[in-house]
């Protein structure tokens, strides 16, 4: 199962106010221990040097073995005219007048090994270089400086191919950290379990489906729902405006194609205020979906008319049987105030398992 947040009950949303000011002031936290998974995914990586910006990856093996880890950054930002040269962007308004801003997914891979119960940390700008074990690591900074988009680890039995295995040993965090005006966000990765069948070829499967690649379920399924208590866009807390940015990725992926070529991702969301009113609206995601929230009226505090709500958010499934449309996601709350910044990030509460199983197919390295 998925190392997430659970909500038992509907939240009673007129307390959302009181209970969402202090998790601004604090980093989220989830109750009790983390659980390991065999596949770890960090929803959310970013790195602007010129901004002060970087992220600080952990990751933790329980194992009393060696294990190795296949990762990969898949970037949200697209880049002026595409191609890998032009300047990062998100949508057209970055770019100089007549140069569309084109997403291109673009992706970096590499492999992890670490030695029994061993724990590395290195920050995305910069990378990681050893050499020799127990710190013989080759962890390249990400591509693009700036950087915004996600990571993810898959558990593996060799440190020169990608066999995946059933080994739930792995932990992980992130820590999005700021230096002017300094500040962090930290959050636990979302640890993936792996039920104990994995025959290691190449095509992951995450849940079962008899029609589809996968007859097997090697890890477990993705979410259903996923659910956010959250301020809304432009409540104050003491003159701070709030913002949220939701960071959301795809459960299936394919390594195997061009980056950037799979179809996107239709989210259908529904926003509750505190009066429990409803309002809809719908996000596209690709390879990975960075939403300001304050570019969607849904989710201001005028439209609201309260300072607090619930986001629910369920991927549209599709007659497709080679993939799922399974997504997870990371909110990312901040607020400046007299040369202060505070940030918290919040993991994504899941609510029942997706119908439709995801798949991820990963690359052959040479």
Do not use: K
């Not at 949303?13 to 065999?38: D, F, M, N, T």
């Not at 960090?42 to 970087?54: H, K, M, T, Y």
């Not at 190449?202 to 379920?217: D, E, I, M, R, Y």
């Not at 949220?244 to 795809?250: H, K, Q």
């Amino acid at each position: 199962m998925f190392a997430l947040p659970r909500l038992s009950s509907q939240f009673p949303l007129r307390r959302l106010a009181v209970s969402l000011a202090a998790l601004l002031l604090a980093a989220s936290a989830q109750a009790g221990p983390p659980r390991p998974g065999a596949v770890l995914v960090f929803p959310r990586v970013e790195l602007d040097s010129s901004a002060g910006v970087d992220t600080e990856v952990m990751i933790a093996s329980r194992s009393t073995s060696p294990v190795s880890l296949f990762c990969w950054y898949v970037a949200a930002l697209g880049t002026c005219g595409g191609g890998f040269n032009g300047p990062t962007c998100r949508t057209d308004a970055d770019c100089v007048v007549g140069l569309p801003c084109v997403s291109d997914c673009r992706e970096m891979d590499f492999i992890i090994s670490l030695q029994p119960r061993q724990v590395v940390q290195w920050e995305i700008g910069s990378g990681l270089y050893g050499a020799a074990p127990p710190l013989d690591h080759r962890i390249p900074a990400t591509p693009t400086d700036p950087f915004l988009g996600a990571l993810r680890c898959v558990a593996s039995s060799s440190a020169v191919d990608v066999i995946p295995a059933a080994r739930n040993d792995l932990y992980g965090s992130a820590s999005i950290v700021h230096a002017n005006p300094p500040d962090s966000a930290s959050y636990a990765a979302l640890a993936i379990e792996a039920p104990g069948t994995n025959n290691g070829d190449p095509t992951l499967c995450f849940g079962a489906n008899s029609g589809g690649p996968c007859p097997v379920a090697e890890y477990a399924p993705c979410p259903a729902v996923l659910v956010l208590d959250h301020f809304f866009e432009g409540a104050s807390l003491d003159g701070a405006p709030v913002r949220n940015e939701l960071m959301l990725v795809p459960c299936s992926v394919d390594l195997t194609q061009a980056p950037g070529s799979a179809a996107p991702t239709t989210v259908d969301v529904l926003v509750f205020n505190e009066f429990e009113e409803r309002r809809c609206t719908t996000l596209t995601v690709g390879c990975a979906g960075d939403v300001r929230m304050s570019t969607n009226p849904v989710f201001s505090v005028g439209v609201q008319g309260t300072l607090a709500g619930q986001t629910r958010l369920r991927a549209r499934s599709t007659p497709e049987t080679a993939h799922g449309t399974g997504v997870l996601g990371l909110a990312l709350e901040s607020a400046v105030t007299a040369g202060r910044r505070f940030s918290a990030a919040h993991t994504l509460a899941a609510q029942s398992q997706a119908v439709q199983n995801d798949v991820v197919r990963l690359i052959d390295l040479p």
